[in-house]
């Protein structure tokens, strides 16, 4: 079973399932009237759910055998006020599915965020000692980081598995408006304006445009996805990013690059509900994960962009 699996990274994970030969999928997801339903194109799967169905048959214990759960459908807009759904769309339906999984043997691996790290003043410590002192500056954060410590306190987090993914980037993101990735807005900016706006930087010691990431291709993500669905052994809590924060200027020389154009880059003034919220540095710890055997190197953020521009971007 894959959640979201009309999203972004839902269904990379179910493509990348069916290219190594599992083609009983049980997608979930509420399609809507927007034009995420493209990204069910050329996915084999036996069904697709909406999430209410999902959960009255979990309710219900009316669901069939589910070898594996990836849970990667959530609300993911950091800009999301209504604390309510959140807590109810991103923390209960998650405890259900999970509960669900390990009462019937499943394997079930779900998506956290790196926005549980908030500011980062804490550092990015994927390791279970970090984890209750974390403070979101969102309640998206929030409502991520409110399971994380229920699996934690409750002991299950040895038993199952939590990704906290960075910055990613990648084909499957054409539906999510403003929460896509910088280079897809880049690449559209470039297109029809010959440059790439970046916010300004507020901070003496931090020039334009240097405020860093940790971006992460899609493709890695997924890699370590399914490598913690298929390896109990890599249970628990860990980071999905690559280890190697980058600049917002060396992101948008990249997509120039990738276009075959000189760079022009504006710096623009951040919005003021933005500013006290603002990450100036995200770096994901990877030790963990490397511990727990994944040993695949991650894309360079040039040959990513390379890549998804030329070979994705560039067709539309």
């Known amino acids: 079973m894959v959640t979201g699996a009309a999203g972004f990274i839902g269904r990379n994970v179910a ?17 809507g009237t927007d034009e995420r339903w493209k990204n ?18 979990v309710a219900a214990d009316g669901l069939p055998p589910v070898k594996a759960v990836y849970h990667l459908g959530a609300c993911s807009a950091t800009t999301e006020t209504d604390a309510d759904y959140l807590l109810d769309n991103n923390t209960r339906y998650t405890r259900e ?39 979101p500056l969102n309640m998206y954060g929030m409502s991520k980081q409110l399971f994380d410590l229920w699996a934690l306190r409750s002991g299950v987090l040895g038993r199952i598995a939590g990704l906290k993914y960075f910055n990613v980037y990648g084909p499957g993101e054409d539906h999510k408006g403003d929460m896509r990735s910088v280079i897809h ?21 931090v020039a334009d445009g240097e405020q860093v990431r ?31 924060a980058r600049s917002w200027n060396d992101l948008a020389k990249a997509v120039f690059s990738a276009m075959g154009r000189e760079p022009e880059i504006e710096y623009i003034e ?15 710890e990877m030790g963990k994960l ?27």
């Open 270 to 284: 951040m919005p003021d509900t933005l500013r006290d919220k603002y990450q100036y540095f995200t770096q994901a």
């Open 40 to 57: 069910l194109q050329g996915l084999v799967f036996e069904d697709i759910w909406p999430i209410e169905r999902l959960r009255g048959a």
């Open 185 to 205: 807005k880049a690449h559209g900016q470039i297109r029809e304006t010959g440059k790439v706006r970046l916010f300004k930087s507020y901070r003496p010691e």
């Open 15 to 31: 493509a990348e399932l069916n290219r190594r030969g599992e083609e009983r999928l049980l997608l979930v997801d509420d399609l």
């Open 214 to 244: 940790d971006f992460v291709y899609v493709k890695d993500a997924v890699d370590v996805t399914l490598f913690c669905g298929e390896n109990e052994k890599a249970s628990g809590l860990y980071n999905c990013g690559t280890g190697q």
């Open 290 to 316: 490397r511990a727990a055997g994944y040993d695949r190197p991650f894309t360079k953020l040039e040959d990513g962009i390379r890549e998804y521009v030329q070979g994705h971007l560039a067709r539309k």
């Open 97 to 135: 599915l999970c509960e669900w999984c390990l009462e019937r043997g499943a394997r079930f691996v779900y998506a956290s965020s790196a926005a549980t790290y908030g500011d980062g003043s804490q550092g990015y410590s994927d390791d279970d000692a970090a984890t209750p002192g974390l403070a």
